[in-house]
Nanobody
Framework: QVQLVESGGGLVQAGGSLRLSCAASGLTISMLPMGWFRQAPGKEREFVAAVSRSGGTTAYADSVKGRFTISRDNAKNTMFLQMNSLKPEDTAVYYC?????????????????????WGQGTQVTVSS
């Protein structure tokens, strides 16, 4: 059974930092591009960051560029999202996602439709 389990969410003041983790089981992530998405109340799930299977290529939404860093440790079957300089508008449920199929070494994906495995989400709340 494939599982992606997010952790590390919580309540933080504006300007603070959080580090989210996504631990995978039932699949080996080393061949799979992965990403982070978020969904705020009343809004659609949106792209946050993506990483190629090796971790060598990354992409970010403009709203988080320069503040968030996506990374992965394939040996530990885990992906991370370091979030710095958090803003109230970053408040959302954050989801990790993995492709169902392998892709070229530098490929990354920014659309929800490109991902087949999803975690249950972790709440991030940033107070002003």
């Amino acid at each position: 059974q494939v599982q992606l389990v997010e952790s590390g969410g919580g309540l933080v003041q504006a300007g603070g930092s959080l580090r989210l983790s996504c631990a995978a089981s039932g699949l080996t992530i080393s061949m799979l591009p992965m990403g982070w998405f978020r969904q705020a109340p009343g809004k659609e799930r949106e792209f946050v960051a993506a990483v190629s299977r090796s971790g060598g290529t990354t992409a970010y939404a403009d709203s988080v560029k320069g503040r968030f860093t996506i990374s992965r440790d394939n040996a530990k079957n885990t992906m991370f999202l370091q979030m710095n300089s958090l803003k109230p508008e970053d408040t959302a449920v954050y989801y990790c996602a993995a492709r169902r199929t392998s892709s070229g070494g530098s490929a990354y994906y920014t659309s929800r439709d490109d991902y087949g495995y999803w975690g249950q989400g972790t709440q991030v709340t940033v107070s002003s």
